[in-house]
């Protein structure tokens, strides 16, 4: 097994947060990507799913994004706004 050196281009902040969870599970950034390449070539595909969001998934991430969602003081506020 050979390494070969690779350039990437990634998201500041994305890879900010990851390397965080990295350095906290021991991991070097390198070790980490060639665990996801393993698991990649394992699964022969990604190694979790990828779904597009239904419409009710769409208008739900809208609310957020907008802050026009309802807002709940506490849990018991948010079951008994629950329709079920």
């Given amino acids: 097994m050979g390494t070969e050196p690779t350039s990437l281009r990634l998201d500041a ?4 947060a990851a390397y965080a969870i990295f350095a906290k599970v021991g991991l070097k950034p390198a070790q980490a990507v060639n665990l996801f390449l393993r698991q990649v070539a394992l699964n022969n595909g990604l ?3 990828i779904n597009i969001p239904n419409p009710s998934t769409r208008a739900a991430m809208k609310e957020l994004e907008d802050g ?3 807002r ?5 506020d948010f079951y008994d706004d629950l329709e079920i």
């Fill in 47 to 49: 190694p979790f799913s």
């Fill in 72 to 76: 709940f003081d506490n849990s018991d």
């Fill in 68 to 70: 026009s969602g309802t």
């Fill in 13 to 16: 902040d994305a890879k900010k």
